[in-house]
């Protein structure tokens, strides 16, 4: 099985030198389109780049690399502030309800400072926060915690596809107030082999990820066979998502 493994490990890690940035760059293309006005987008797209107008800063409530690039991609400028919550403390059996919870959790964890922080600006100050579960043959998954736990969910998307549940939340520090939202997609895989999952714990990336899910790394990106949904949902955060949020924060 190495001999057969190894060379499709190696093809993928040369031939897929930057999948992510591919992946988030299909998206990035539809995302010009609308800030370009080619496909009807809103006033507050046609502005996103520049921050929408009335706003005086976002804050990003998370550490996620993947969260921050789409921001950026979005065009906005952002100061970033990570809430540091334990997560494992707010259960919930519906997938929606869950990510919505700790998308609130951990906005209400970092507001107090936040208020005092930027209480002096003239504007909005928006925080972004959310979460991202998987759900798998009826199972809600989050980060793996062992090596044992990443291969297993591993295995089984070669079964049966995965879902990733994610929100987002958008609140207004001064006011308290937010504005919420869910998205879904569906990702469908061939059987990952099991060279391929040893690298994977390997290089340790998959232990940021709900459900040790990770579609843009070069070493599962050769055994996926469709994404129902958007890419960006898919890796933590809806872009489209965060435009309508903020635009009904700005309303």
């Not at 507050?44 to 921001?71: C, E, F, H, M, Y």
């Not at 519906?94 to 930027?118: R, S």
Request: aromatic share 6%.
């Amino acid at each position: 099985m190495w001999r057969s493994v190894l060379p499709r490990v190696a093809r993928a890690r040369a031939g897929a030198a930057s999948r992510r940035g591919r992946l988030l760059g299909a998206a990035t293309i539809a995302w010009a389109a609308i800030s370009a006005g080619t496909t009807g987008g809103d006033t507050l797209a046609d502005k996103a780049a520049r921050n929408p107008p009335g706003v005086a800063k976002i804050i990003l409530g998370s550490k996620s690399q993947t969260r921050q690039d789409i921001l950026r991609e979005l065009g906005f400028s952002f100061d970033i502030k990570p809430a540091n919550i334990d997560e494992k403390a707010i259960r919930c059996p519906d997938p929606n309800q869950l990510v919505i919870k700790l998308g609130i959790a951990k906005a209400q964890a970092i507001l107090p400072e936040l208020k005092k922080q930027y209480a002096g600006l003239k504007g909005k100050v928006l925080l972004i926060t959310g979460d991202q579960v998987v759900v798998h043959e009826g199972r809600i998954l989050e980060k793996p915690e062992s090596a044992e736990e990443a291969r297993m969910f591993i295995r089984g998307y070669g079964r049966s596809p995965a879902e990733t549940v994610g929100s987002v939340v958008v609140t207004d520090v001064m006011s308290g107030k937010q504005w919420r939202r869910v998205d879904r997609a569906k990702i469908f895989y061939e059987a990952i082999p099991e060279a391929v999952i040893d690298d994977l714990i390997k290089e340790g990336e998959i232990f940021w990820s709900a459900g040790a899910l990770r579609v843009e790394d070069p070493l599962v990106s050769p055994y996926l066979i469709r994404i129902e949904g958007t890419i960006d949902s898919v890796m933590g955060m809806k872009k489209q998502d965060v435009l309508d949020l903020i635009k009904q924060a700005c309303g």
